[in-house]
């Protein structure tokens, strides 16, 4: 199947400021790692690092929860909800139920899956805009989960699954390996896939994908959907990382969720998504944490620091748009004159 994008589908940015937002990115970066280097030694200890990578691979996987709605020009608030509601179903099939860790991390990416689905589907067949579904539904969610585990810890697991959170490759986690491995999938589904373009023509512009062809509430759906199972995937990290399926996961999840794409490149208004752009945005976000906490400053600060750097994405998103439109209109206007 190929796929038709309207011609007055929004522009996405030309290679030229894709890459150069990247490099802008990675200097930011290099420069805060300089910074924390030099004011906390202990900033690059291999125990640092260590944290560090594993810290870094929830924050890759929670950004690519949320880049996957945004493509739709939607967006997912649930995305915590549905990750501790998939941290306490696995806890709750290994410790009570006692089955296999494979077969109770599946049925929890299953229901993550299956959350992110009720998502989409309520928003497609309502028409509400995902912003007031999502945000129902996360209370929904989380309300539902601590009422059926009553808020309690599942801290008697397999130990494998602290096992595994414990294993490092040299200086990194292998958390971090699974984080890269999804965002390599992720760059094959929206690059070579015909599912990849629907998703992104439905975020472009709904209207003109619906007239060519597009399935546009398929698209909204199945985003969702792959937005709850990576979500649940976050979670389960956790739970390697933690050793124990807690409640309280999840609810500092929004704030990075949002800054690793929007840093990254990713469109607020949809149409256009960077996988490479949301870990680099997620490796910032990981870096300041890290490195506030290597220097024994308070959490509030970061908090604050996250706050300003998501205020002032979003005003480079806004940048990012309005150059998108002028360019594109200077083409069409270019053409009717030749």
């Known amino acids: 199947m190929t796929l038709s ?30 910074l924390f280097t030099s004011l906390a030694p202990g900033f690059v200890s291999t125990f640092n690092l260590f944290a560090l990578s594993r810290s870094l691979a929830v924050d890759v ?89 009553k808020a309690q810890t599942f801290n008697a697991l397999p130990p494998e699954i ?48 619906e007239l060519s062809g597009v399935p546009v509430g398929r698209a909204i759906i199945i985003a969702h959907t792959l937005s709850g199972a990576l979500a649940a995937s976050a979670g389960l990290m956790l739970v390697f990382r933690l050793g124990a399926a807690m409640p309280s996961i999840g609810q500092d999840w929004l704030l990075p969720s949002f800054l690793a794409p929007v840093l990254g ?26 490195g506030l906490l290597v220097m024994q400053i308070g959490n509030f600060w970061l908090q604050l620091f996250l706050g300003l750097i998501l205020l002032a994405a979003v005003m480079l998103d806004r940048y990012r748009s309005v150059y998108a439109e002028r360019r594109s209109l200077g083409r069409r206007n270019s053409g009717r004159r030749a």
């Open 162 to 209: 602290a096992a595994f959170g414990r294993m490092r490759w040299g200086f990194l986690s292998p958390l971090l390996f699974v984080a890269l491995g999804l965002g390599a999938a992720l760059i094959v589904l929206f690059r070579f896939t015909a599912l990849g373009r629907e998703i992104l023509a439905a975020g472009a512009n709904a209207r003109a994908a």
């Open 5 to 34: 994008v309207p011609s007055d589908s929004r522009a996405r940015p030309s290679f030229l400021a894709e890459q150069s937002n990247l490099i802008g990115l990675a200097a930011i970066i290099l420069l805060f790692w300089v």
């Open 61 to 149: 996987v929670i950004g690519f929860s949320t880049m996957v709605v945004l493509a739709t020009g939607g967006m997912n608030l649930a995305i915590g909800s549905i990750g501790v509601c998939a941290v306490m179903a696995s806890g709750y099939l290994m410790q009570t139920i006692g089955l296999p860790i494979p077969v109770a991390m599946a049925l929890a990416l299953l229901l993550g899956a299956f959350l992110g689905w009720l998502n989409g589907f309520v928003i497609v067949r309502s028409g509400v805009n995902s912003f007031i579904i999502t945000l129902a539904s996360a209370s929904l969610f989380l309300g539902g989960m601590l009422i059926l585990s």
């Open 265 to 290: 490149g990713t469109l607020l208004a949809g149409g256009y998504v960077s996988v490479v752009g949301t870990i680099l945005g997620a490796f910032l976000v990981t870096t300041i944490r890290s």
